[in-house]
């Protein structure tokens, strides 16, 4: 299972974002796919999960009509659009393959992660 996250970057706030995540060792699409954040000195929160199978899609509050994941099945690749980025989303993203939804997976099944950085 290799997961390899990459178009993290330093924006300015209202400024967008878009994050992808090459899976490889697995079908993405058979797993519920998670993009989670950890910013320095906080616990990991998921932001967006997208379901197996069917793709059905889920936010976080906090990024809910901002954020927008998707995944390409031939490419076997997970996407996060970021619009409208603030401060608080600066954190280091990190792409997760999950057997459970709304559940954060287990570090094990983690890609290397991106950092995100919002600021003026």
């Keep these: ?7 993290g970057g330093m924006v300015q706030p209202g ?27 906080k616990g990991p929160e ?11 899609t889920y936010y976080a509050d906090s990024v809910k009509g901002r954020f927008t994941i998707s995944r390409d099945n031939a490419n076997n690749t997970l996407y996060l659009q970021m619009i409208s980025l603030k401060p608080e989303d600066t954190a280091r993203y990190y792409c997760a393959r999950g057997n459970y939804w709304l559940v954060i997976p287990s570090r094990d099944y983690w890609g290397q992660g991106t950092q995100v950085t919002v600021s003026s």
Excluded: D
């Design 1 to 7: 299972v290799q997961l390899v996250e990459s178009g």
């Design 15 to 41: 400024g967008s974002l878009r994050l992808s995540c090459a899976a490889s060792g697995f079908t993405l699409s058979n797993f519920h796919m998670y993009w989670v954040r950890q910013a320095p000195g």
């Design 46 to 56: 998921w932001v967006s999960v997208i379901k197996a199978g069917g793709g059905s």
